[in-house]
């Protein structure tokens, strides 16, 4: 490195930039290796997004809503609810305390365990290909990882940045309970926001430009789910453009054009931007060492996780990859193999369960019905409701419906779509049943208990070729 003098002690095997799960989960890898590691972690405590400001509060937060929602109503007779006091402010000091739990015992406590690992905290960019600068010290690496994580990335709106918008972290911080919230954006992290907020008490409205909330799904999905949210109460305005934000007195206001061209304003006491994310780039200096990114600043990677710069790797949210935690982790290991090692693996996506914890959730495998007939691949659909599944019956709960999507050739599933209470618990035995090529009969030929909402998997796979609603109990 003619450039950069640096020093002895300061030149590792590997150099991972970023603290969250991707850069955990290499560092894990790489210690296992023997492999020399720095990680350099600036911006969120180590731990990154998922476990201080994005799952675990998330999840708290929605789990504290439902005991609040069930507690408020019953659908069974003979029990009588009242309204529950809520303390907004002890729920939200009992999420920092969890947040705090689980970050020092899954991460922190980690480290000791790491001897081949280094960490320094600080933001990190390049001053060439193989170093970096922290704090104003130079860091050499024989191999880079990038796992930076993304953040909201803020829409361009008129006037949203003279008003105090909030972001999903800045929300979720607020001990004060928010009167009313403008939720921008109908994308799993703003629905979710939006259910837990109403059902805590707060006004919810979700100002949505395109035509339905999670708008790459199915429209009977996102009819089933909007209509369970709107039963609750949540205001929700799709197809709309925005045309301006301002404050006024202590609220904010926001004008919108409707699909039907009249123009509408609301108020609220809040407003949070979830309209979708940017990947931490900007300052990171890639032009330095050409590296490709999207509009949004996601980095560009091959299915070996490598960047268009040699040597250097990229992992979970900064990536054009999809955005999970789980996934984040997996691209980590997998990185660190690729950059170290002369087998490569390649990071598969093809089999991705994924979960809205929404209630009814909706939840996902494989391709739907759009994707199959783009694909050209046989396809027939069968689309099972829980009116039709005795543990839903018997729950006097029968929100939603299980949507598989078969092969009629060879009777593989080739992706189902789920909207129902809990329903992601159902996607591991439908995930297996692709990734290993189980045919529905199989499926059908196995004991399901009766009364669980996996026996809704028989019954919607039977129901491609029988009428179920005919059979007696058990599926038989
Ligand atoms: C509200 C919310 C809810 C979510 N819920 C779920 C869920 O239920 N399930 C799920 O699977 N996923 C969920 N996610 C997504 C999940 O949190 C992310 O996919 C995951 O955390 C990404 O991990 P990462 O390591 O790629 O990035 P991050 O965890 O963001 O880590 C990146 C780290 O790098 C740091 N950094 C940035 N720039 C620099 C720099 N220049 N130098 C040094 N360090 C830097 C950042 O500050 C951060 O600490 C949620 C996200 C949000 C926001």
């Known amino acids: 490195m003619d450039c950069c003098n640096v020093d002895t002690e300061k030149k590792f095997d590997l150099i991972i930039i970023g603290g969250g799960s991707a850069a955990f989960?290499?560092?894990?890898?790489?210690?296992?290796?023997?492999?020399?590691?720095?990680?350099?972690?600036?911006?969120?405590?180590?731990?990154?997004?998922?476990?201080?400001?994005?799952?675990?509060?998330?999840?708290?937060?929605?789990?504290?809503?439902e005991s609040i929602h069930h507690?408020?109503?019953?659908?069974?007779?003979?029990?009588?609810?009242?309204?529950?006091?809520?303390?907004?402010?002890?729920?939200?000091?009992?999420?920092?305390?969890?947040?705090?739990?689980?970050?020092?015992?899954?991460?922190?406590?980690?480290?000791?365990g790491l001897p081949h690992l280094k960490i320094i905290e600080g933001k990190a960019k390049?001053?060439?290909?193989?170093?970096?600068?922290?704090?104003?010290?130079?860091?050499?690496?024989?191999?880079?990882?990038?796992?930076?994580?993304?953040?909201?990335?803020?829409?361009?709106?008129?006037?949203?940045t003279d008003v105090p918008y909030l972001t999903s972290t800045t929300l979720f911080e607020l001990e004060e309970q928010p009167q009313s919230l403008i939720v921008l954006g109908a994308g799993y992290i703003a629905l979710e926001i939006a259910q837990a907020y109403h059902r805590m008490g707060t006004k919810v409205t979700i100002i949505q430009r395109s035509k339905s909330i999670l708008s790459k799904e199915a429209k009977d999905i996102t009819d089933e789910l909007e209509k369970h949210l709107a039963a609750e109460?949540?205001?929700?305005?799709?197809?709309?453009?925005?045309?301006?934000?301002?404050?006024?007195g202590a609220n904010i206001k926001l004008s919108y054009t409707t699909g039907t061209n009249e123009t509408e304003a609301i108020e609220s006491s809040h407003i949070v931007i979830a309209t979708g994310t940017k990947g931490n780039t900007k300052n990171l200096g890639l032009e330095k060492i050409s590296i490709?990114?999207?509009?949004?600043?996601?980095?560009?990677?091959?299915e070996l996780l490598r960047t268009s710069a040699e040597e250097i790797f990229a992992i979970g949210d900064v990536t054009t990859n999809p955005p999970f935690v789980y996934t984040a982790a997996y691209e980590g290991g997998k990185a660190v193999v690729n950059a170290f090692k002369a087998h490569h693996k390649q990071a598969d996506f093809s089999v991705l369960p994924w979960v809205v914890f929404t209630d009814p959730q909706v939840a996902g495998v494989g391709m739907d019905e759009t994707e199959a007939e783009q694909k050209g691949i046989p396809h027939q659909v069968t689309?099972?409701?829980?009116?039709?599944?005795?543990r839903s019956i018997v729950a006097l709960?029968?929100?939603?419906?299980?949507?598989?999507?078969?092969?009629?050739?060879?009777?593989?599933?080739?992706?189902?779509?789920?909207?129902?209470?809990?329903g992601g618990e159902l996607l591991m035995q439908l995930s297996l049943m692709i990734k290993y090529r189980i045919p529905l009969k199989e499926i059908i030929g196995m004991f399901h208990p009766y009364l669980?909402?996996?026996?809704g998997v028989k019954l919607a796979a039977m129901s491609f070729t029988t009428d179920v609603k005919k059979m007696s109990c058990c599926a038989s």
């Open 25 to 65: 989960a290499a560092a894990i890898h790489a210690n296992s290796m023997k492999v020399s590691t720095l990680m350099i972690n600036g911006g969120l405590p180590f731990g990154g997004t998922c476990v201080n400001v994005g799952c675990v509060p998330s999840k708290f937060l929605i789990r504290a809503a």
């Open 397 to 422: 709960d029968t929100r939603g419906f299980i949507k598989l999507i078969r092969n009629p050739e060879n009777d593989l599933l080739l992706g189902a779509r789920i909207v129902a209470p809990e």
């Open 71 to 112: 507690a408020s109503a019953s659908n069974f007779n003979g029990v009588n609810i009242g309204k529950p006091t809520i303390n907004f402010a002890e729920i939200i000091k009992q999420k920092t305390a969890l947040v705090a739990d689980m970050q020092q015992h899954k991460y922190l406590d980690l480290l000791p």
């Open 452 to 455: 669980t909402l996996s026996e």
């Open 126 to 160: 390049f001053v060439e290909k193989n170093v970096v600068e922290v704090n104003g010290e130079l860091y050499e690496g024989y191999k880079i990882i990038i796992a930076t994580g993304a953040t909201t990335l803020v829409a361009e709106i008129k006037g949203i």
């Open 292 to 302: 490709e990114t999207t509009e949004r600043g996601l980095i560009k990677v091959d």
């Open 383 to 390: 689309v099972f409701h829980l009116q039709d599944i005795p």
């Open 233 to 248: 109460g949540i205001t929700i305005h799709t197809g709309t453009t925005i045309n301006k934000v301002w404050k006024e």
